[in-house]
């Protein structure tokens, strides 16, 4: 099937920044064919839908590279608390709780909410009933990378049943719904990892070729204790366990130096920067704009509603981009077309996944959204770039595609019932506090 927007405003986040201001996409089944300005060259076949874009922006799908979608539920349970604190006497009580019904309407309801604001791809890192996690992502018609997060301060036997069950997910799901769902393996964080653990699940990892994942670096006092502890700081410990040997996505890197960056670049690690969420827990700002310029990829993440507290991708660019002219004193640190960069191509490149997504080029796999054009804090309507990162939201979103197959329609998901979903969220959370 053929469909044809046109007369559009189309964003493509590609290599040169391309932006049509009176542009078409051309979809062929569930890829990009053409793209470009006026209308197409190749008169499509009969059967070839055409949408009149009235202005409005088509851009990428967003790619959110750090979550926990079943502490969804979570959202507004804790505020003011420091990471150490908010972990151990807020989250970690309640995530006991979680019964796996719970976790299903969760994960739906964040899924509900990402697509809902232009998120198309995420990385769910937990460690509760990621098959069905897995299950819904299928059936929601979502993109996702899904990992099995490993504590590993327990004894030898738990320590091989918990790596067992994330090869056993990994396996079992990598390549699956149509390519749509890939894995990766992660150790939760050199903190609650030993370091002979760490390298036995990095070592697992390259043998299935998969990626990997973790949270490092997030607070200084985290960084303190990994010195006082193994005689390093984060980056080196991990590096000396071989976790920087294959494909590497780390999250947080807030408090990393010089040199620390270097070896990140070195050995083309890629970093989910997570700014709200660092922002709330009190734990710093990651210097991106030093990343970028050292060519390191930096992408974006939420991390989990419970410290952000929602999952709009966008919001997030905008803080991302200001926080960096703010803390270096420059407007050119971090740019309109990089900061689109950092939730789409980027995201795509942390990912594994820029050979299929991350901006709208022919042949690539057509994951793109369509957001409002004609808003009052969108006017005057030139300048829709400027507009994207600098004054939209999530709420601009009015139509999302993945694949070619629209899963949102006029701001409603198409295989998600959001009011059920919603209702069992809220019985699932009361039971929980009760
Ligand atoms: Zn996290």
Redesign the pocket.
Known sequence: MDKVFYNGVIITADEEDHVYSSGYVHVKDDHFFEVGDGFPHHIPSQDTEFYNLNGKWLVPGLINT???TPMTLLRGHSDDLPLQRWLKEKMWPMEQKLTREAVIASSKLAMVEMLKSGTTTFLD?YHLYLDDIANIVDEAGMRAVITR?IIGLCSREEQKAKLDEALSIARNWHGKGEGRITAMLSPHSPYLCPPDFIAEIAHEARGLGLPVHT?MS?TAHEVEENVKKYGKRPVEHLWSTGFFDGSALV??AVHVNDEELDILAQHRVAVSH?PM?NLKLGSGVAPIKTMLNKGITVSI?T??VA?NNNLDLIQEMRTAVLLQKGINQDATAVTTAEGIKLITANGAKALGLNEKVGSIKATKEADFIILEAHAAHLQPEINASSHFVYSASGQDVLDVYVKGKQLVKNKQCLLLDEEKIAFQCNQFYQKMIM
Do not use: F, L, V, W
């Open positions: 750090h979550g926990h890192m997060g949270h997030e999250a947080h997570n969420s993440g991390d989990s410290s």
